[in-house]
């Protein structure tokens, strides 16, 4: 059984010509942050590739990578304190575990103008980020919607979840 089993989901999405495709990779990619960044380095793409992974129903993790340049957001930083995935992304981030006592909010971590050139600024994500009564997946498609990608990230969701 995969270290993260805790992982629901992991979805790649890229821009093949003019549009937008969403696949479901297998949750075994997000053993490894390390793995899961190879996997989307290895999608050419119009724009970079785009990971979505679920972490339980606590949280989600965004990773775009254009070109050489890898930019990273997790939508709630006490997910490293749980999650395997969410510890090797904080670690990526420079940024320590926190102990759950000192930490008594949802806070996204990371990179939040990751879409911005999109048309998603970070307060929307911030506040899509930080929505408590969102399963992962509601806010995956919900940021999905509003960059243009929504059925094709809905297609994906249903798979990867069995729907």
């Known amino acids: ?3 993260n089993s805790d992982v629901d989901f992991a979805i790649l ?3 093949e010509e003019d549009r937008w495709e969403a696949d479901v990779l297998p949750v075994a990619v997000t053993d490894d942050f390390d793995g899961f960044l190879n996997v989307l380095r290895q999608q050419p793409s119009i724009g970079g590739t785009i ?3 679920g972490i339980a129903d606590d949280a989600f993790l965004v990773v775009r990578v254009v070109g050489s340049e890898v930019s990273a957001l997790l939508s709630d930083l006490l997910a490293g304190a749980t999650y395997p995935l969410a510890r090797q992304v904080l ?3 420079g940024i320590e575990v926190p102990d759950e006592d000192d930490v008594d909010q949802v806070l996204p971590v990371g990179d939040l103008s990751i879409f911005a050139d999109l048309g998603l600024d970070e307060m929307e994500l911030a506040m899509i980020s930080g ?3 969102q399963y992962p997946d509601d806010a995956v498609l919900q940021i999905a919607d509003r960059l243009g990608f929504g059925p094709a990230m809905e297609r994906a969701l249903d ?3 069995g729907t």
């Open 13 to 15: 999405v890229y821009r």
């Open 159 to 161: 798979i990867a979840l």
């Open 1 to 3: 059984m995969s270290e």
């Open 131 to 133: 929505d408590l009564d």
């Open 51 to 53: 990971g979505f992974a």
């Open 91 to 93: 670690d990526f981030l």
